[in-house]
């Protein structure tokens, strides 16, 4: 199965603007998905969340 990540200018700009370490832990989170703590966000018919730690 294939998915497409969309990163929005505006989460990208919040992203850049964290630490480097930061940046990485989000980074790597994303591109390791569909593994991870993912939920489909309510009201939104394909919209999910990601929770980086």
């Known amino acids: 199965m294939n ?3 969309t990163i929005r200018p505006k989460a990208l ?3 850049e603007k964290q630490d480097k ?3 990485l832990r ?3 989170a994303i591109y ?3 593994n991870g703590d ?3 966000l ?3 018919k394909n919209h999910y969340r990601l929770r980086v730690r």
């Open 38 to 40: 993912i939920k489909k």
């Open 3 to 5: 998915y497409k990540i």
């Open 26 to 28: 989000i980074y790597k």
């Open 21 to 23: 370490i930061q940046r």
């Open 13 to 15: 700009k919040f992203i």
């Open 32 to 34: 390791s998905l569909p």
């Open 42 to 44: 309510a009201g939104c």
